[in-house]
């Protein structure tokens, strides 16, 4: 066999899942006869850094276990320039290079590497963007149509559910705290309905 590698598969929600990236994966390090070592699954933003399973990859990149990263496509490894460039940079600094499924090799040794590394990551930085403004957008034509997000004022679904039962046991002479610690409301929950109905 040849180079050791761990493969890293990332889906961004729960209803994905990594499977095809899996097998896709493991046909390819076949082709390419890579020796697999271990196979990282996560469900994960690919906009955060601080990602568990990619960070058991660079555990074994640091303790140079392995001498490659298989994905199925540079996004799945980091969606930010920053983040994929300053993990690309950890990577070479082990001598290990990310390989992509379709063959793309960013080995940040080669000119050629850095360029596609930039240029990808760059375009990953774009299309989030992209989908970010076109979701300002939809809440903005939204909001103009009368559509309310969030909590409304004024709406105190459980404050109202409990008032009768909190003014109650308040005229009995119970204590704020005491109140709240029998219905499971807050303290402040408590003396917000009492203040509201004096």
Known sequence: MGQRAALYCRVSTADQSCDRQERDLLAFAERARY???AVFKE?????????VERGKVLTLVR?????????????RWGRSTTDLLSTLQEL?????????????QFDLRSPQGKLFASLMAALAEFERDLL???I???VASAQERGVKFGRQPGVRVKA???QARVLILREEGCSY??????????????MEIVHRNR
């Open 177 to 190: 705290r005491q109140i709240a610690r029998d219905l499971g409301l807050s303290k402040n929950t408590v």
């Open 160 to 162: 109202d559910r409990y």
């Open 92 to 104: 070479e600094a082990c001598g290990v290079s990310v390989i992509a499924q379709t063959g793309l």
């Open 43 to 51: 469900t994960a933003s690919g906009s955060k850094d601080d990602r």
């Open 132 to 134: 970010r403004e076109r």
């Open 63 to 75: 303790a140079r276990q392995i001498g490659v990263v298989l994905v199925t496509e540079p996004t």
């Open 136 to 138: 300002r957008s939809g």
């Open 35 to 37: 020796d697999v070592v």
